[in-house]
Structure formats: structure tokens, C-alpha cells
């Protein structure tokens, strides 16, 4: 096996995400795998990254100093996963506010809608009512007419047998006490003896 002499082997102290060793944690899911642990917030891994961060720029100014290279290492900023995790609260946020226009639109047309049907109802009863009484106007009306007409028949009648009653004592007023006079139900006086002027008529 060959061995290389005057040849010094450097450690590479380049950043791996799956082994930190240069940084002092206590948590060894962070050594392993390089991203935020569930149970630390976002805010203590943002500052555990600064605390990297510092680290690291010491540990390359020191080798600056030494006459080595700078070592550029990558620091790990916000994972995939937090992206993606923003990203779904944005489009979860957008979704629950478009729910809630569909919800507040649907609302107010149902609002409009029972609006409409009460104005509806309104107007019909309205309808209905209007046309009850034009027909009681009108029942009314045609009773009062047959009334009138009906006791005006019956005036016209009295009348009648008024002026025949009348007409059958003058032209023969020695039988006007006969019973054939209570056809036409003329009450004669009780005085005691028939006088034409002391008659009254029943309702006929």
C-alpha cells in the first residue's frame, strides 16, 4: 500500500448537514439530520441557526489568521417543509374566505328571495281581500235592490186595493157592513154600526 510522504492529510471541515459536530446541541435529532425537530418552534430554530452561524464565521476568521483557506459552508435556511407549510396556510386562509363570500352571497339571496315571497303574499292577500268585499258591495247592492222592489210591489198593491175597497163602499154603501168585505180584511169599527169613515185597513 502506497504512503505519501511530505503530503499532510487536511480535515475537511466543510458544512454536512448529517454530521454537526462543530456546534454544541444537546438534541441529537439536530446533529442528524440538520432540520428543525417538531417540538422546537420556529423561533428557537431561528436562533439556533444564528447561533451557527457565529460559530461558523469564528471558526473561519480563526483559520484566516492560521493561513488557511476559508471554508465556505452552507447554513440551512427555512426547510422545504416550513415553505410548503406557509404556503398551505395562505391557500387554506384563501379557500376559508371564499367560503365565506359563497356563504354571505347565499345568505343574501335566500334574505332577497323571503323578501320577495312576503311581498308576494302581501300583494295576493291584499288581492283577495279587495275582491270579498266587492262581492259583499255587490250582494249588498242587488239585496237592497230586490228589497225595494219587492216593497214597492206591495205598496203598489195596497194601493190598489186601497182605491177598489174604497170605490165598491161609495157605490154601495148599504153593504158595506156584509161579510164579503172581509176578502179585502177591512176591519170595521166596533161602534156598533157601519160607517164608512170609521174603517182601518190590516196589512195586506
Same mark, same amino acid.
Given at each position: 500500500? !502506497?504512503?505519501?510522504?511530505?503530503?499532510?492529510?487536511?480535515?475537511?471541515?466543510?458544512?454536512?448537514?448529517?454530521?454537526?459536530?462543530?456546534?454544541?446541541?444537546?438534541?441529537?435529532?439536530?446533529?442528524?439530520?440538520?432540520? @428543525?425537530?417538531?417540538?422546537?418552534?420556529?423561533?428557537?430554530?431561528? !436562533?439556533?441557526?444564528?447561533?451557527?452561524?457565529? @460559530?461558523?464565521? *469564528?471558526?473561519?476568521?480563526?483559520?484566516? %489568521?492560521?493561513? /488557511?483557506?476559508?471554508?465556505?459552508?452552507?447554513?440551512?435556511?427555512?426547510?422545504?417543509?416550513?415553505?410548503?407549510? +406557509?404556503? +398551505?396556510?395562505?391557500?387554506?386562509?384563501?379557500?376559508?374566505?371564499?367560503?365565506?363570500?359563497?356563504?354571505?352571497?347565499?345568505?343574501?339571496? !335566500?334574505?332577497?328571495?323571503?323578501?320577495?315571497?312576503?311581498?308576494?303574499? %302581501?300583494?295576493?292577500? +291584499?288581492?283577495?281581500?279587495?275582491?270579498? @268585499?266587492?262581492?259583499? !258591495?255587490? *250582494?249588498?247592492?242587488?239585496?237592497?235592490?230586490?228589497?225595494?222592489?219587492?216593497?214597492?210591489?206591495?205598496?203598489?198593491? %195596497?194601493?190598489?186595493?186601497?182605491?177598489?175597497?174604497?170605490?165598491?163602499? #161609495?157605490?154601495?154603501?148599504?153593504?158595506?157592513?156584509?161579510?164579503?168585505?172581509?176578502?179585502?180584511?177591512?176591519?170595521? #169599527?166596533? #161602534?156598533?154600526?157601519? /160607517?164608512?169613515?170609521?174603517?182601518?185597513?190590516?196589512?195586506?
Amino acid at each position: 500500500m !502506497a504512503t505519501l510522504i511530505g503530503c499532510q492529510q487536511q480535515e475537511d471541515t466543510s458544512y454536512n448537514p448529517v454530521t454537526i459536530t462543530n456546534f454544541s446541541s444537546q438534541d441529537p435529532s439536530i446533529m442528524a439530520t440538520g432540520k @428543525k425537530p417538531d417540538h422546537m418552534s420556529h423561533k428557537k430554530w431561528k !436562533a439556533y441557526l444564528k447561533k451557527m452561524k457565529r @460559530k461558523k464565521k *469564528r471558526s473561519e476568521m480563526a483559520k484566516e %489568521r492560521e493561513g /488557511n483557506q476559508p471554508v465556505v459552508e452552507e447554513v440551512p435556511t427555512d426547510s422545504e417543509e416550513e415553505r410548503q407549510r +406557509e404556503q +398551505e396556510e395562505e391557500e387554506r386562509s384563501l379557500r376559508q374566505n371564499l367560503l365565506w363570500m359563497q356563504r354571505e352571497r347565499e345568505a343574501q339571496a !335566500a334574505f332577497t328571495a323571503k323578501k320577495e315571497w312576503e311581498e308576494n303574499e %302581501r300583494r295576493r292577500k +291584499e288581492e283577495v281581500e279587495r275582491k270579498i @268585499k266587492e262581492e259583499w !258591495a255587490e *250582494r249588498e247592492r242587488k239585496e237592497k235592490e230586490e228589497q225595494e222592489a219587492k216593497e214597492k210591489k206591495e205598496t203598489e198593491k %195596497r194601493e190598489k186595493q186601497v182605491i177598489l175597497i174604497k170605490g165598491l163602499i #161609495s157605490a154601495y154603501p148599504e153593504t158595506q157592513c156584509f161579510p164579503h168585505f172581509q176578502l179585502y180584511r177591512i176591519t170595521i #169599527s166596533q #161602534s156598533g154600526f157601519c /160607517n164608512p169613515y170609521q174603517f182601518r185597513l190590516n196589512s195586506f
